[in-house]
């Protein structure tokens, strides 16, 4: 059973089409995020759900809408593609910690890579 | 923003050796940080994480150095094997929810 299962793994568009990827995770966590990583392997923090609320923004484009049915889904909608958008974009989940030996450490899908053309 | 860098953006080792990565963060407010690893075509996946409370801890073959008055952290990992070969993340926070992540180091390992 994957931890962290997102769909799809592979995504090619033309630029200007709207498309989503979705992210699931059975581990019980209550945090969810979406990572994007460049070419460059740099990964930047887009958006951060705990339990269904929104808690993380980073500066993105609001072509991109994060969706998150319950704790254990969150999409991420992106609207109008541009070919800046090309990156492997990652969903990670944690679990909130309790005490000073709790571990913080995400837990992550395994990608899906976006190319837009 | 915060910022984590890493020295070196590629190291190669011989299977066996000690191998080092090393990584440096600017935001002395930090006090958690964690090492991932990320194989080709996978997800970064934790590796070992550390407190500010702490200068060092072991885990299997792997060991976190954190030195707070310079701001650097270090892995290192014991008789590097062949399957260590993999880019190789630091990511650090100062509220467990948000990290930022270093720029990565490509770790090579030669049979």
């Known amino acids: 059973d994957t931890a962290v299962s997102q769909t799809p793994k592979y995504l090619v568009t033309q630029m200007g089409n709207d498309k989503s990827i979705k992210c699931e995770q059975n581990?019980?966590?209550?945090?969810m995020y979406w990572y994007k990583q460049d070419s460059k392997k740099f990964l930047k923090i887009m958006f951060s759900?705990?339990?269904?609320?929104?808690?993380i923004n980073e500066t993105v484009p609001n072509r991109f809408s994060p969706k998150s049915p319950d704790k254990a889904h969150l999409n991420l909608h992106i609207n109008s593609l541009e070919l800046g958008d090309s990156a492997v974009y990652f969903c990670?989940?944690?679990?909130?910690?309790?005490?000073?030996?709790?571990?913080?450490?995400?837990?992550f899908g395994s990608g899906t890579r976006l190319t837009v053309v | 923003g915060e910022s984590v860098g890493l020295h070196l953006p590629t190291l190669s080792v011989q299977e066996g050796d000690n191998s080092i990565i090393n990584c440096a963060y600017s935001n002395s407010a930090s006090d958690y940080f964690i090492w991932y690893k990320q194989e080709s075509g996978k997800g970064p996946q934790f590796i070992i994480d550390i407190r500010s409370n702490m200068d060092k801890r072991q885990g299997q073959r792997v060991t976190v150095l954190l030195n707070k008055t310079v701001k650097h952290l270090s892995l290192q990992i014991a008789a590097t094997q062949p399957g260590d070969s993999a880019v190789y993340f630091c990511?650090?926070?100062?509220?467990?929810?948000?990290?930022?992540f270093g720029s990565g180091t490509k770790l090579n390992v030669k049979p």
């Open positions: 581990l019980g966590h209550d945090t």
């Open positions: 990511a650090e926070s100062g509220n467990f929810n948000k990290f930022y």
């Open positions: 759900y705990n339990n269904k609320e929104l808690i």
């Open positions: 990670a989940s944690s679990q909130d910690g309790q005490g000073p030996l709790a571990n913080y450490g995400y837990t």
